[in-house]
């Protein structure tokens, strides 16, 4: 196949993108000029995007060194995904890093066009390779590639995850894994996510919660960080079932685990957040270091931590899907009412 038609994907922004989107070769990436609109007025703990996405970008290169928690996730995701029956013709990984998500998709769903999007450009050159069948998948991937002739790389798309540049109802499975948690708001992209996906199409996702890091966000403070400025804050469980309910989805499942890295001392859980591009992006974030005295005041405030001879590093789940439905309103507004031609009246 010498190039991967996305022009039936592609949700007309403008020329610019609908010219950069159109045919898409294999292992190339498309560029998306269509952003979030900045906030008027934003908080002073809401992401900076730029930052974000010169994080991520340099991170690319480091990011299987710290991505343990990544895989984990995704490998529990994969598993209740066995459980759901589905068999969509077009997957997105939303937020996809460097796709160490799709080799597992790609042999759940041989058959289907898998699609990757991410902020960062770096990302996306290793996550456009990512799904290639290796020596050692399944056998359904490896007939399914030989015999649709399928492409080794994924079609790449950079853009934001709060306006996507699909038309509405051109994908049947979306898939988000510890993506969401760097968006201020997360709603927004949680209804393009349901405008994108077709009926009876299915959203997939993990984030992480407000106990994430609660550590580390009380050794700063001890150590003099009383505003927070160098912890994210994250959004309760509660709120994001509130924006699935809000942007149209039905019979949304959510729930929550808590898992525990541990580390031989706290250089090596800042290793795997700068590894993994986890990295303060505050607008209020401090921009300069933390001076001798306050990173051994740190230090010593997250030793009370210590248990069994390591530091303990908490990190809240939310495992989250709903479906697509039946729309209840049109594009104007209006209720969508149900006839059914001869159904008799019921006397009473």
């Known amino acids: 196949m010498a190039a991967v038609r996305l022009c039936a994907l592609v949700r007309h922004f403008d020329r610019q993108v609908v010219r950069a989107a159109t045919a898409i070769p294999p292992g190339t990436i498309a560029p998306v000029t269509a952003t979030t609109p900045a906030d008027p007025a934003p908080e002073p703990f809401y992401a900076d995007r730029a930052a974000l996405k010169r994080n991520f970008g340099r991170a690319a290169a480091t990011f299987a060194q710290g991505d343990a928690l990544h895989r984990e996730i995704a490998s529990r995701m994969l598993e209740r995904l066995g459980y759901i029956k589905a068999t969509p013709a077009r997957v997105l990984d939303l937020g996809s890093a460097t796709g160490a998500a799709l080799p597992g998709l790609r042999e759940r769903y041989p058959q289907a066009q898998l699609l990757a999007l991410d902020l960062a450009r770096p990302m996306l050159k290793l996550a456009a390779g990512a799904a290639a069948p290796a020596q050692g998948a399944g056998w359904a991937a490896r007939l399914a590639g030989s015999m649709l002739r399928k492409p080794a790389a994924v ?118 957040l700068r590894n993994s591009g986890s990295v303060n992006a505050m607008l209020a974030r401090p921009r300069g270091l933390l001076g001798r005295q306050r990173l051994a005041r740190l230090r010593a405030a997250y030793e009370a931590w210590r248990r069994d001879g390591r530091l303990p590093a908490t990190f809240e789940v939310i495992y989250g899907h709903a479906w697509k439905g039946q729309p209840r309103r049109t594009a104007a507004g209006e209720a969508i009412v149900s006839f059914v031609p001869g159904r008799s009246r019921p006397q009473g």
Request: glycine share 10%; net charge negative.
């Open 155 to 272: 079609p790449a798309v950079q853009a934001d995850m709060a306006r996507l540049p699909f038309k509405s109802g051109a994908l049947d499975l979306i898939w988000s894994n510890l993506a969401l948690h760097w968006l201020d708001d997360p709603a927004p992209a949680i209804r393009e996510a349901q405008r994108a996906l077709g009926v009876g199409g299915l959203f997939m996702f993990s984030t992480l919660g407000p106990d994430t890091l609660l550590e580390l966000r009380a050794a700063f403070a001890a150590a003099g960080d009383r505003a927070g400025w160098h912890v994210k804050r994250f959004i309760d469980l509660h709120d994001i079932g509130d924006a699935l309910v809000g942007a149209g989805f039905t019979t949304p499942v959510m729930d929550m685990e808590k898992i525990t890295l541990t580390y031989e001392t706290l250089d090596g859980l800042f290793a795997d």
